[in-house]
């Protein structure tokens, strides 16, 4: 099945100490975003890529970055990591919208999510 | 900019059916989805109004009024496995790449 990968599921890491969270996907996606999730709120968008192409929010900090080497796999890096980087990391990616303005009434906005990693600073 | 509120919290009895409310401001946006999340898991994708009415799929139904700046989700005959947080979201217009903005979320809780 196509679907959207993240690994790990569960990270622990120590403050300050860099940390990298992978994603992949099967799907063929030109779109791929990081989201961050605190407890009991909505998704926060930190970055996200059409192909190559990288696309920062003007509010994400600067110890997040992200690679994209190839359509499949999509990294973040957390240079250092901070107790209020204690969070889950949701991976989605979704597909081109149709440029002939058709795509909407497809709903291709639609977001494939991965399961997450949830991220422990101690 | 872009701000979807939602109350915060639902309770309902099972089997019976519940409203979600989503009233938006946004200057524009293709359409206005709405995601499930569990506890602890991802969000997944319910349904999708692009233009204004009602959208059916099986126990979940959503409406978009973009007079009204205002959408909602239904679900009917509902079971305990619905209890869980729900989210609209919307994909601007400007921005481009299908940028989503999420709602506030409402968490739902189905009691017996």
């Known amino acids: 099945d196509a679907m959207v990968i993240q690994n790990p599921r569960y990270q622990v890491t120590q403050f300050g100490k860099p940390v990298t969270l992978s994603c992949s996907q099967t799907?063929?996606?030109?779109?791929m975003y990081w989201y961050q999730q605190k407890s009991s709120q909505a998704p926060k968008l930190l970055f996200h890529?059409?192909?190559?192409?990288?696309?920062n929010e003007a509010d994400t900090p600067d110890n997040f970055q992200s690679r994209r080497p190839n359509t499949s796999f999509c990294f973040l890096d957390i240079r250092s990591p901070g107790l209020g980087d204690a969070a889950m990391y949701l991976c989605?990616?979704?597909?081109?919208?149709?440029?002939?303005?058709?795509?909407?009434?497809?709903?291709?906005?639609?977001?494939?999510f991965g399961p997450g990693t949830r991220l422990t600073v101690l | 900019g872009q701000s979807l509120e939602q109350p915060s919290e639902v309770t309902a009895v099972e089997g019976a059916i519940v409203q979600i409310n989503c009233t938006y401001q946004?200057?524009?946006?293709?359409?206005l989805s709405w995601y499930q999340q569990h506890d602890g898991g991802a969000p997944t994708f319910l349904s999708y109004?692009?233009?204004?009415g009602l959208e059916e799929t099986g126990r979940f139904s959503s409406f978009l009024s973009r007079s009204d700046s205002y959408g909602y989700l239904l679900l009917q005959e509902l079971q305990m496995k619905d209890s869980a947080s729900y989210f609209c979201?919307?994909?601007?217009?400007?921005?481009?790449?299908?940028?989503?903005?999420f709602g506030t979320g409402t968490k739902l809780q189905v009691i017996p």
């Open positions: 989605a990616t979704s597909r081109d919208r149709d440029p002939r303005g058709l795509a909407e009434l497809e709903g291709t906005d639609t977001q494939y």
């Open positions: 799907l063929n996606h030109n779109v």
């Open positions: 890529y059409y192909d190559k192409d990288f696309n």
């Open positions: 946004t200057s524009g946006f293709y359409g």
């Open positions: 109004n692009a233009l204004d």
């Open positions: 979201a919307v994909s601007p217009l400007s921005g481009g790449y299908q940028k989503v903005t």
